[in-house]
T-cell receptor
Framework: AQTVTQSQPEMSVQEAETVTLSCTYD???????LFWYKQPPSRQMILVIR??????QNATENRFSVNFQKAAKSFSLKISDSQLGDAAMYFC??????????????FGAGTRLTVKP | DAGVTQSPTHLIKTRGQQVTLRCSPK?????VSWYQQALGQGPQFIFQ???????QRGNFPDRFSGHQFPNYSSELNVNALLLGDSALYLC???????????????FGQGTRLTVV
């Protein structure tokens, strides 16, 4: 079974600085997706960025980028120019790319990010 | 576009009671999944519905059941509530494409269930 591990329960960053959140996963599959979701106090899970395992290029979305190391099964999130609105719980998630069995997302335990003004 | 909507937002039930939570998927989505998120933890997959049938199920007891309607909306039912069922219940919708690769799952704001 696939598992996702986030080893940093809490992280803190100064506003405008850069922070990296870590995630590792375990799978025997070769085709899958990885996601970072943000969950602010409003509770709604918001997709930050996604990476398809067959793509070697790391995904980027404005200030958010990932470092995807497939062989090492590592998927870290870098937030540049941190803003107060980035403060939230961040969850790393895995999903198989198999058709008709693809919505069973496995989540890590989360990392609480605090942004200091 | 209303996105994924869940109701109610908060609910308090007594141990042993039954509860029904509701979810309307994002427009154009036909697949609904339910997750349980205990305090301080990541979401855990309960089950997924597609074409009004349960397509996949996580490691949850039979007390957890669901339904999907022809308009793709879904209900999660929990019988014989236990104190440990207290959690945030999240609904996520996506589209099971015609042979296409997976689309993103969009989440609702969740229902906070408290069992006393």
């Amino acid at each position: 079974a696939q598992t996702v591990t986030q080893s940093q329960p809490e992280m803190s960053v100064q506003e405008a600085e850069t922070v990296t959140l870590s995630c590792t996963y375990d799978t025997s599959e070769s085709d899958y997706y990885l996601f970072w979701y943000k969950q602010p106090p409003s509770r709604q899970m918001i997709l930050v960025i996604r990476q398809e395992a067959y793509k070697q290029q790391n995904a980027t979305e404005n200030r958010f980028s990932v470092n995807f190391q497939k062989a090492a099964k590592s998927f870290s999130l870098k937030i540049s120019d941190s803003q107060l609105g980035d403060a939230a719980m961040y969850f790393c998630a895995y999903r198989s790319a198999r058709l008709y069995n693809n919505n069973d997302m496995r989540f890590g335990a989360g990392t609480r990010l605090t942004v200091k003004p | 576009d209303a996105g994924v909507t869940q109701s109610p937002t908060h609910l308090i039930k007594t141990r042993g009671q039954q509860v029904t939570l509701r979810c309307s998927p994002k427009s154009g989505h036909d697949t609904v999944s339910w997750y349980q998120q205990a305090l301080g933890q990541g979401p855990q997959f309960i089950f997924q519905y597609y074409e009004e049938e349960e397509r996949q199920r996580g490691n949850f007891p039979d007390r957890f059941s669901g339904h999907q309607f022809p308009n793709y909306s879904s209900e999660l039912n929990v019988n014989a509530l236990l104190l440990g069922d207290s959690a945030l219940y999240l609904c996520a919708s996506s589209s099971t494409g015609q042979g296409t690769r997976v689309t993103e799952a969009f989440f609702g704001q969740g229902t906070r269930l408290t069992v006393v």
